[in-house]
C-alpha cells in the first residue's frame, strides 16, 4: 500500500501536489481585503491590518543555515510508520534530507534546490536527478524552492516569489476573529493559499487548495521552542485531503536545530549506480 501511494503521489503532474508531495512522501519510500479591519495582540495593542502584516512578516524565523535531527512519523488509511530523518538547509540554495530508518543507515537522500530534484536511492543502487521545471509539469505554477523551504521554517510566502516584505501586503486578503487571523491569496492558477496567524503573529498553519481537483495539504505548526531567541516549531504536521478524506499525514518531531553553522550538502553517487528518470520511478514501483 505504501507503494501505491507513492504512486499515486507523484502522478499528480501539472500543478503544486507533484513537487509538495514529491519531496514530503518520497519519505514513504524508507518505509479583496476587509474594510476597516482591526487586530489585537495578546498585549491588548490594536493594529491596523497592515500593520499586523507588516509586524508579522518582519518576525519571521530567520537563518542562514539550518539543521536539525527529525522523527519522521506516517499515518496511512492503511499503514504507518516512523523513521529518522536528518536535515540540512542553505538559504535560499537547497534542502537536503537523509533518510535513516534503521540504525542510522542511511537508505535514500533527497536533495531540492533550486533548480533541481536529486533522489538517491542506496536500496536499489539507482538516483534521479531532475529539473524543478519538469517536475512541474507542462502547466506552469507559481510555487517555487522558495516556497517550499518556507514550510518547512514556519514562513509565511508569495507563491512564485522568492522573499516577502510589507509591499507584498495588498496581495493579501486578511480576516480575523479574536484569537486569530487569516491572510489569503490565489495565485494565477486558481491555487488558495491560507496563513493562519494567533494574536503574537506567530505563524499557526499554511493550507494550500486546489478546488478543481478536491484537494488540500494543510501545514500545522505546534510546541514552540527558542532558537538563537527566535520562535520555532518542533513539530510540524502535513495533511494531504482528498475531497474530505485524509490521504495520509506525515508528522516531523524535530531534534536540536541549529542555526547559521557551517554546512556542507554532499551528493555523491556512486559507481554502478543507474541513473533513472521520475517516470521510470513509478513504472518501477508499480512492478513491486
Known amino acids: 500500500m505504501i507503494i501505491k501511494r507513492i504512486e499515486y503521489l507523484m502522478r499528480l503532474n ?7 508531495c514529491g519531496v514530503l512522501f518520497v519519505l514513504l519510500l524508507a518505509g479583496c481585503k476587509t474594510p476597516g479591519g482591526i487586530t489585537t495582540t495578546s498585549a491588548g495593542i490594536m493594529k491596523s491590518e497592515e500593520a499586523f502584516f507588516t509586524s508579522f512578516v518582519e518576525r519571521t524565523f530567520r537563518f542562514n543555515t539550518l539543521s536539525a535531527r527529525m522523527k519522521l512519523e506516517f499515518t496511512g488509511q492503511q499503514q504507518e510508520f516512523s523513521s529518522r530523518v536528518n536535515l540540512k538547509m542553505i538559504y535560499n540554495d537547497r534542502l537536503q534530507l537523509s533518510i535513516q530508518p534503521l540504525l542510522g543507515i542511511e537508505v535514500f537522500r533527497v536533495e531540492v534546490s533550486t533548480d533541481s530534484v536529486k533522489i538517491l536511492d542506496r536500496m536499489n543502487k539507482r538516483y534521479m ?38 509591499k507584498h501586503f495588498r496581495r493579501f486578503r486578511m480576516t480575523k476573529d479574536d484569537n486569530t487571523a487569516n491572510l489569503k491569496l490565489k495565485d494565477r492558477n486558481g491555487i488558495f493559499y491560507t496563513f493562519t496567524a494567533n494574536a503574537d503573529e506567530k505563524l499557526l498553519s499554511t493550507n494550500i487548495e486546489d478546488p478543481s481537483n478536491k484537494q488540500s495539504l494543510t501545514w500545522n505548526y505546534n510546541d514552540f521552542n527558542l532558537i538563537n531567541k527566535q520562535q520555532f516549531p518542533m513539530k510540524m504536521t502535513a495533511q494531504l485531503l482528498k475531497g474530505n478524506i485524509s490521504q495520509g499525514t506525515a ?38
Do not use: C, H, M
Request: aromatic share 10%.
Open 14 to 20: 501539472g500543478n503544486i501536489w507533484r513537487i509538495l
Open 129 to 166: 536527478v531532475d529539473s524543478y521545471d519538469n517536475l512541474k509539469g507542462e502547466t506552469e505554477i507559481d510555487f517555487n524552492f522558495q516556497n517550499l523551504q518556507a514550510l518547512f521554517t514556519n514562513q509565511v510566502f508569495v507563491p512564485g516569489e522568492n522573499e516577502i516584505s510589507s
Open 251 to 288: 508528522t516531523l518531531t524535530f531534534s536540536s536545530p541549529e542555526i547559521n553553522i557551517p554546512l556542507t550538502t554532499d551528493f555523491k553517487i556512486p559507481s554502478g549506480y543507474e541513473r533513472v528518470t521520475s517516470e521510470q520511478i513509478i513504472k518501477l514501483l508499480r512492478k513491486k
